[in-house]
């Protein structure tokens, strides 16, 4: 076995960003996270680059936006344009066709 990498500078904890997530901390956690599962191993520093108080607050935060989002979403594309769906339907075929 190797011995465990060590968590590199660009990969230091992440701390809740205080009144809203911003693209920047989005960005930097994205960023820690990837610099932490090169090894193709299981992340064995998670814990240290996103403590459990922040990995909390950031699903409940998600979950707070998307109980507020409606599950269909319905689009007008002029003539010229290609719309292409990606998505798990989750057995909802309905959706799709209404």
Same mark, same amino acid.
């Given at each position: 076995?190797?011995?465990?990498?060590?968590?590199?500078? /660009?990969? *230091?904890?992440? #701390?809740?960003?205080?009144?809203?997530?911003?693209?920047?901390?989005?960005?930097?956690?994205?960023? *820690?996270?990837?610099?932490? /599962?090169?090894?193709? #191993?299981?992340?064995?520093?998670?814990?240290?680059?996103?403590?459990?108080?922040?990995?909390?607050?950031?699903?409940?935060?998600?979950?707070?936006?998307?109980?507020? #989002?409606?599950?269909?979403?319905?689009?007008?594309?002029?003539?010229?344009?290609?719309?292409?769906?990606?998505?798990?339907?989750?057995?909802?075929?309905?959706?799709?066709?209404?």
């Amino acid at each position: 076995r190797k011995p465990p990498r060590e968590m590199t500078s /660009s990969s *230091s904890s992440i #701390e809740w960003p205080g009144s809203a997530v911003t693209p920047q901390w989005a960005q930097r956690l994205a960023s *820690s996270l990837e610099a932490n /599962s090169r090894s193709g #191993e299981p992340p064995r520093h998670l814990s240290k680059v996103m403590p459990k108080e922040v990995m909390e607050k950031l699903f409940k935060a998600c979950t707070d936006i998307i109980k507020h #989002e409606g599950t269909l979403l319905r689009l007008s594309p002029g003539a010229d344009v290609t719309v292409n769906v990606v998505g798990d339907l989750h057995g909802q075929l309905h959706d799709v066709l209404r």
